[in-house]
Nanobody, 122 residues
Framework: VQLQASGGGLVQAGGSLRLSCAAS????????MGWFRQAPGKERALVAA????????YYADSVKGQFTISRDSAKTVQYLQMNSLKLEDTAVYYC????????????????WGQGTQVTVSS
């Protein structure tokens, strides 16, 4: 599985961005797809994840009600809609895939995209 993240950029606080993660290779329904972010000087942290069949959806408390994870199964593309962006959302965002049952831990993910920079300005 190869993952290609895109959609990052520079946006003013309060604005929106939609990140995309295109997957090549077979994505099975029991795989988990996640979005992580890593701000300068901080650890990479999970912000949202979903099981590919849609049966499980997770959001970190910091983004609940602000971010929405979704996917287009036909195109094997995962999305992260980010609204009401804040300065603290500035980070490199990574998409990742877990082929196991775990999805909360970073080391549960087997495949990673290259990251896309999101910068929120005041």
């Amino acid at each position: 599985v190869q993952l290609q993240a895109s959609g990052g950029g520079l946006v003013q606080a309060g604005g929106s961005l939609r990140l995309s993660c295109a997957a090549s290779g077979r994505i099975f329904g029991n795989y988990f797809m996640g979005w992580f972010r890593q701000a300068p000087g901080k650890e990479r942290a999970l912000v949202a994840a979903m099981r590919w069949d849609g049966g499980v959806v997770y959001y970190a408390d910091s983004v609940k009600g602000q971010f929405t994870i979704s996917r287009d199964s036909a195109k094997t593309v995962q999305y992260l809609q980010m609204n009401s962006l804040k300065l603290e959302d500035t980070a490199v965002y990574y998409c990742a895939a877990s082929t196991g049952r775990q999805y909360l831990r970073r080391d549960a993910y087997d495949y990673w995209g290259q990251g896309t920079q999101v910068t929120v300005s005041s």
